[in-house]
């Protein structure tokens, strides 16, 4: 059964810094592309951005409002996706989603996503 | 950046029914379309890739299609499980939009 599991999660000031986790079990992690997807209080989805597998080269993409600030990375040996977060701000306030992005095998996207964690910045 | 735009933003509609969400790209993006399901609280959930391609384990009620720049999301017979907000994702090339998503809601 594939399991993604957010944690690292809480009330940080405007301007400091994140670490959030997402640990994986049940599928190749090695192989998968993984990405973040946020969505603030009564909001819809937003793109955070993805990271590619270490054989299509550990390539990072970014949404526009987080490039700069965010920077996802993966640790294949512990299964785990990260996704730091510098510079925060008000605006930046969501439940944090760590999904499978691309799936190359079936041509999917978005096929699992963890449970997510939420974010609130506020002085 | 590619734009996606969805209508309705909110659909009223009775179990049984039968009911279409539409999806519209800024730009060409082939089949690059995948459909979300989310419900108050819970994570979003894949309904159909590729435009067109159900997820396995998900009721065949649902489809989709399109190509291009118009896609569509159809309920044959919506159930009272289908109440929920649904999202059009992009997955072309390096980014990845959403719409800002359709409400359902019961009539």
């Known amino acids: 059964e594939v399991q993604l599991v957010e944690s690292g999660g809480g009330l940080v000031q405007p301007g400091s810094s994140l670490r959030l986790s997402c640990a994986a079990s049940g599928f190749t992690f090695a192989n998968a592309w993984m990405g973040w997807v946020r969505q603030a209080p009564g909001k819809g989805l937003e793109w955070v951005g993805r990271i590619t597998s270490i054989s299509y080269g550990d390539i990072t993409n970014y949404a526009a409002p987080v490039k700069g600030r965010f920077t996802i990375s993966r640790d294949d040996s512990k299964n785990t996706l990260y996704l730091q977060l510098n510079s925060l701000k008000a605006e930046d306030t969501a439940v944090y989603y760590c999904s499978t992005d691309w799936d190359g095998s079936t041509e999917s996207q978005g096929a699992y996503w963890g449970q997510g964690v939420l974010v609130t910045v506020s002085s | 950046d590619i734009q996606m735009t969805q209508s309705p933003s909110t659909l009223s509609a009775s179990v049984g029914d039968r009911v279409t969400i539409s999806c519209r790209a800024s730009q060409s993006i082939s089949s690059w379309l995948a459909w979300y399901q989310q419900k108050p609280g819970k994570a979003p959930e894949l309904v159909i890739y590729?435009?067109?391609s159900l997820k396995s384990g998900v009721s065949s009620r649902f489809s989709g299609s399109g190509s291009g720049t118009e896609f569509t999301l159809t309920i044959s017979s919506l159930q009272p499980e289908d109440f929920a907000t649904y999202y059009c994702q992009h997955y072309n090339a390096d980014s990845r939009t959403f719409g800002q998503g359709t409400k359902v809601e019961i009539k």
């Open positions: 590729k435009a067109s």
